[in-house]
Structures are given as C-alpha cells and as structure tokens.
C-alpha cells in the first residue's frame, strides 16, 4: 500500500450530513466520544481507511488474528449522521495531510456538508465545571454552536492534527467545519468532559443519546481525579527542610 485508501463497505448518499469525528487526542476525549456515539446512534460501518502514513505495525486479536490499524466510518441508521472513529492519527505531518484530504473526499462524494471534529483543550489544572470551546470555518456555524453554550473566542494557540486540518482543509472544498474542544486537564483520560461534549451533540443533532454508561464513567474518573488532586496539594505543602548533607547528582 503506497497511497491512504478508502474501502467502502457499503455505497451511501445522504443529504447535508454532518460527520463527526473521534479520534485519539487530548485526554482522549474525541475517542471516547465517538465510541459512545457508534454505540449510541446504532451505527453500521460503511467504510474503513488505511493509510501507509500510520504505525508500521498490526493489533492481535484475541483468538490469534491479525488486523491492520485504520480508521472506521459508520453510519447512523435514519440519520445523515457519518462517526469516524480511529485507533491512530497518522504520524507524519505529510501523512496527516493526505490522511485528510482522503476523509475529505470521501465525505464530499458520500454527502457530507459539515465536519465537527472532537478535541481536547489542555488547562493543565482539573477544573470542576468544564467549558466547551470551539473554532469554526463559517459565522453562520459559530452561530448555531454559540446557541449550546459553545465557546469561541477565548482558546489560544493552535490546533494539531486531524481536529484542526479536517474543518480548515474542508472549507477549500465548499464544507463548513467546526472543531469542539472540552476543557481538560490534558494529562489524564476525561469521561466528564466526554459526556459534556456528546450531550451537546444531541442538542446540536436533535438526536436523542443515552449518556448512563458515560455518566457512569464519568463519576469514576472524578473519582479519580479527586485523589489525584489532594495528592498533589499535600506534596505541595510539605515544607522544605534543610539538610547538612552535600548535594549529590544523579547519573
């Protein structure tokens, strides 16, 4: 395989569908995302992507098979609802550009006339309320996404991977694009700030999504988190002692 390719399992036409994006990133929010939404929605996988621009390597399966790493397209049934889920990113920054040129074009002929890709937006702190932040390629998409308390405006610097060059590189095609970030601490995995983001979908997609198992992982993560902090806040007020000892370094 010397070029990303896209085997289709199924031909769809939909008209003005939204896909939604769930890849590995930032506290792994935009995975966990997609994987509830596939299970959610009662999705049918439509296509799978392969891409020489991922990890030279194959997963094991439980009863000795093998699979190469791709990505997967599913469908949600009577929705013009696309999920793109993945186990990596491509590698490269060649790779994530024609990784996505690929999605592009795959979404255009399928139908698709929005992308909202799925991030995490690192604080470094753990926050009790998590805000969600947006960037957009079309006033009229920050519009409706302000509507669901969507944020723009304040999230600084840049967007890496395919989170940021899906909605920009669309909007080259004639697609509207959207990239939805969950506050995050960035160093852990965050069910909350999942759960947040795909009760948001719903209200965007006016599609009803059970969140019970998410709610449920989110409650444990907090958990989590929880102790996590006070560890934390106790190393930071053990207070420094003195030592007559020399300072010795560590080779």
């Known amino acids: 395989m010397q070029i990303t390719t896209i085997v289709e399992r199924e031909k769809v036409k939909l008209h003005n569908g939204v896909l939604i994006t769930g890849l590995p990133g930032i506290g792994m929010i ?3 995302v997609g994987r509830h939404l596939v299970e959610s929605l009662k999705t049918q996988k439509i296509a ?3 891409s020489p621009h991922f990890p030279h390597q194959v997963f094991m399966g439980k009863h000795g098979g093998l699979r190469l790493i791709k990505n997967r397209f599913y469908r949600a049934r ?3 609802v696309v999920v793109l889920l993945g186990d990596v990113q491509a590698i490269s920054s060649t790779g994530q550009y024609e990784v996505a040129d690929v999605i592009i074009q795959y979404a255009k002929k399928i139908g698709i ?3 909202i890709t799925i991030g995490g937006y690192s604080t470094g702190k753990i926050s009790e309320e998590r805000q969600i932040f947006g960037a957009a390629t079309h006033k009229s998409l920050v519009q409706k996404l302000k509507k669901h308390n969507v944020v723009f405006g304040k999230a600084r610097g840049s967007i890496v991977g395919a989170a940021g060059l899906l909605p920009a590189l669309g909007r080259l095609r004639g697609l509207e694009g959207a990239c939805i970030m969950g506050e995050t601490h960035g160093g852990y995995v ?3 700030a999942a759960k947040n983001i795909v009760m ?5 997609l006016g599609i009803p999504i059970d969140i019970k198992k998410l709610e449920q992982k989110a409650k444990e993560s907090e958990k989590i988190l929880k102790k996590i ?3 934390i806040q106790k190393n930071v007020m053990i207070p420094y002692e003195p030592t007559k000892r020399p300072v010795s370094y560590i080779r």
């Open 30 to 32: 935009g995975n966990i």
């Open 48 to 50: 799978n992507l392969y």
């Open 78 to 80: 009577g929705k013009p």
């Open 113 to 115: 006339k929005t992308i």
């Open 190 to 192: 965050d069910a909350t």
């Open 200 to 204: 948001l979908l719903s209200r965007y």
């Open 229 to 231: 902090e006070e560890e």
